[in-house]
Structure formats: structure tokens, C-alpha cells
């Protein structure tokens, strides 16, 4: 009879240590998305005996929802966001740091540009960078070789190429610049000036507009939009004219890879579908004027402080990082979801994609790289810039851009309205 208790013990032991449970948030709210992420976690208590429950969240909500689980204490054990609710986690004192960072350190190839942005300001960090996309300059690298021009990531080789390149008179533009008040205007300003060390404010507050780097660049936005085709391009004219061959440059993100290399998609914007585009175009993964810079998103994983199971939390993020479940995962999205680890970026299984295949390892490796060196205004040194969110929400980059080219301001006017409303914004 002892000998019976001391088995079901055993078995009750057994079952306690492996029927955890783990509370996962996540942005994923499509049904094909959610469809994959509940097999990789069948699959992931297949191998644990840990149970992961998903929490879909829209990624506009997320925000939201953050002080009300604070409130109520329910928070998750890991949370995927963008640097947005990790950072506002972190600076709360929410985020694990130390955990976060011995994952990083564990992987060993991790990008560094991506890994800056979730660093927190003990040298810790509040996630671990788990799927990115960037922005850069697309361009027709059979032009570029013809004409032998070096490829568009200085200030120098970029305006050499649009001067070079641009031909209206045949209806062939050096580039397409966008000069409209909107939020894609406030994208490109920000690698050039990135690239120039200007920031619009800094972590401090001080409004930067008025700056020597920042009227530089400025000076250089305005010196491309002489050769950029007419207009106050948008998003979608950026895209299709760079499809229809209208321009030898446009600056896009990684989403513009299926566009480029798949038919059904291309002719989804496009009457004629050119099959050679994908092998004719190349990716500046990085632009330098006085310092190296690139844009993007990078969206993390974070295992909370408050979590009561932490093994398991590190289980699970280390799980959805490694091999065949990674590229599971970001074949969600191929190019909108590039991997944040340099060793998934050159499998061949991550190449397996009907999108990703058309481009070769080597190219898809360059394109990713650019996450070594991403950055963004609202970011700095593991803090948010909050009065950058009233800038950006206001279009106060877009709508200086936009007027200087409507009325023909020059940089110092443009940099100095820039100023003056950004003080008028964040003085009410």
C-alpha cells in the first residue's frame, strides 16, 4: 500500500511539473496567422508538456490593454508587440531585463540595430528582437551596372544615380520622392537625417529642427526632388511607379518584395508582369552621410517580471526563435517578416518560399542586414521619445517637407517652421 501511494505521488508530482501553464499575448489576429501559431504551440507542449495560452490582441489595442491588465494584474507571461508596448512595458519596470538579455546572449547572432532598440538603460534589455521589416532604397541595379554608378547607400552615389539616371523627358525619373504631409514623407526624411545625425528632438526634449545637420538634410531632400518624378507621391504612385519602370529609386519596405518577384502579385498593381525585375533590382541596406543608418520596425518578445513561470516563458521565446518553428512563423509574412538572427537569415529552409527563393541567399542576406543598423526618431538609448508621438501624429515632418516644395522654401525655412510648430505642439 505504501509502496502504491508513493507511485500516485509520483504521477501527481509528474503531472503538476508538466501541465504549466503560460499566457502568451500576441498581434497575429489574422485566422491563417492565429491557424499557425496555435500548431507551434500543439507542437511546442507536445515537446514540453507546457501549455501556452494564446491571447490574439489587435496591434492598435495593445496599448490599451497594457493598464488594464496592470490594473487587474493579469498580465502575460510573454508578450509579442512592437518596441511601442515593450518599451512602455519596460519603463514601468514590467519587463524582465535580465532574462531577456541572457536569451539574446544565448542566440549570439542576433542583429545589433535591432537589439539597440529594445535595450533598456541598465544595460539590460526589455525584449528580445524577434521579427523585423526595413526601409531602404529599391533600385535598378542593371542601370546602376550600365552606367556604372556605385550603389545608392551615400548621400554622394544616391544624388550622382538620380542626376544620372533621370531622363522626364522620356518619362524615366532619377527617383521617387514623396513629398505629401503624410506619414511615408516622415519614413524616408527620417533614415536621411538619421544618416546626418540630425534628430527632430531629443531624449531630453530639446527641439532639433533648427540644427546644422538637420537643415542639411533638408537641403539634401530637396536638391533629389529635382530629379524625382512630379508630384506629391503617396505609397501606392511610389510602388507602381517603380513597377511600371517610371524610376531607377524608390524608398520602400521589405513588403515590396512580393511585388517585385511574384507575377499574381505584380499584376495586382501592373498591367505587364516583368519577370527580370527581381534579378534587375537591388537593396541599399543602409545609408550613410556622416554615419550609418537604416528604418524600420521591429517587432519583439518579452518574458514579464511578473511571470510565475519564467523557465517556461524562456522555453517558449527560445522555441519560436530556433529552426524549422521561426521560419514557420515568419513565412506569415515573407519579407514583412525578416528574421532578427543571422543564422535563420542563411538557411536554405528559410529560403523555401516561393517570395524569398527569387532572390538568392545572397541578396536576401543583404537586405537583412539592414537590420544591424535600424533606427527611428521615437527611440533612443532604451527610452521613448513621447513628444515624438505628437510630432509624427501631427505630420510636422511631412507637412515641412510638403511646403517646401509647394512654396519653395528653403531649408532654413523649412527647418525653422518645423521649429516653431513643434514648439507650438508641445507647448499646449
Do not use: C
Request: a negative charge; glycine letters at 8%; hydrophobic letters at 40%.
Amino acid at each position: 500500500m505504501k509502496k502504491l501511494t508513493v507511485v500516485i505521488l509520483a504521477v501527481l508530482v509528474s503531472a503538476m511539473v508538466f501541465t504549466q501553464t503560460i499566457t502568451f499575448w500576441h498581434t497575429q489576429v489574422e485566422t491563417d496567422r492565429q491557424q499557425r501559431i496555435r500548431a507551434l504551440a500543439q507542437i511546442f507542449e507536445a515537446q514540453t508538456g507546457i501549455t501556452v495560452n494564446l491571447v490574439p490582441i489587435e496591434e492598435n489595442e495593445i496599448l490599451e490593454q497594457i493598464p488594464r491588465a496592470v490594473q487587474s494584474g493579469t498580465l502575460p507571461d510573454v508578450i509579442e508587440g512592437g518596441i511601442s508596448p515593450i518599451l512602455l512595458l519596460g519603463s514601468q519596470g514590467f519587463m524582465d531585463t535580465e532574462l531577456n538579455a541572457k536569451i539574446i546572449e544565448d542566440f549570439g547572432d542576433v542583429y545589433e540595430g535591432v537589439s539597440r532598440l529594445m535595450q533598456a538603460p541598465d544595460g539590460g534589455y526589455y525584449g528580445v528582437p524577434f521579427h523585423a521589416w526595413v526601409q531602404g532604397i529599391w533600385y535598378k541595379a542593371n542601370l546602376f551596372e550600365e552606367r556604372d554608378l556605385g550603389a545608392p547607400t551615400s548621400w554622394y552615389n544616391i544624388l550622382t544615380a538620380a542626376k544620372a539616371l533621370n531622363d522626364p523627358a522620356n518619362g524615366f525619373y532619377g527617383m521617387i520622392l514623396p513629398k505629401k504631409a503624410d506619414a511615408y514623407t516622415e519614413q524616408v526624411f527620417s533614415q536621411i537625417a538619421l544618416s546626418n545625425g540630425a534628430r527632430p528632438i531629443d531624449k531630453d526634449g530639446n527641439i532639433l529642427f533648427n540644427t546644422p545637420e538637420m537643415i542639411e538634410s533638408f537641403r539634401f531632400y530637396k536638391e533629389l526632388g529635382k530629379y524625382s518624378r512630379p508630384g506629391f507621391t503617396a505609397v501606392p504612385e511610389a510602388l507602381n511607379g517603380y513597377l511600371n519602370n517610371e524610376a531607377a529609386m524608390v524608398f520602400y519596405s521589405t513588403y515590396i518584395m512580393d511585388d517585385i518577384a511574384v507575377e499574381e502579385v505584380q499584376k495586382n498593381r501592373v498591367e505587364q508582369f516583368d519577370p527580370k525585375l527581381v534579378e534587375n533590382t537591388g537593396f541599399a541596406n543602409f545609408m550613410i552621410n556622416t554615419r550609418p543608418s537604416s528604418f524600420g520596425e521591429v517587432v519583439g518578445l518579452g518574458i514579464l517580471k511578473t511571470s510565475e513561470n519564467k523557465d517556461a516563458a524562456e522555453q517558449w521565446v527560445k522555441f519560436l526563435m530556433s529552426g524549422s518553428n521561426y521560419i514557420y512563423w515568419l513565412h506569415m509574412a515573407p519579407g514583412g517578416m525578416n528574421p532578427t538572427r543571422s543564422s535563420i537569415a542563411q538557411m536554405d529552409e528559410f529560403l523555401d518560399n516561393p517570395v524569398l527563393e527569387r532572390y538568392g541567399k545572397d541578396q536576401i542576406t543583404t537586405i537583412i542586414s539592414a537590420l544591424d543598423t535600424v533606427e527611428r526618431f521615437e527611440f533612443m538609448e532604451g527610452e521613448i521619445i513621447e513628444e515624438m508621438s505628437i510630432l509624427s501624429g501631427n505630420f510636422v515632418i511631412g507637412r515641412a517637407i510638403n511646403r517646401m516644395f509647394a512654396n519653395d522654401w528653403t531649408p532654413q525655412q523649412t527647418a525653422q517652421w518645423a521649429q516653431e510648430e513643434a514648439e507650438r505642439l508641445l507647448s499646449e
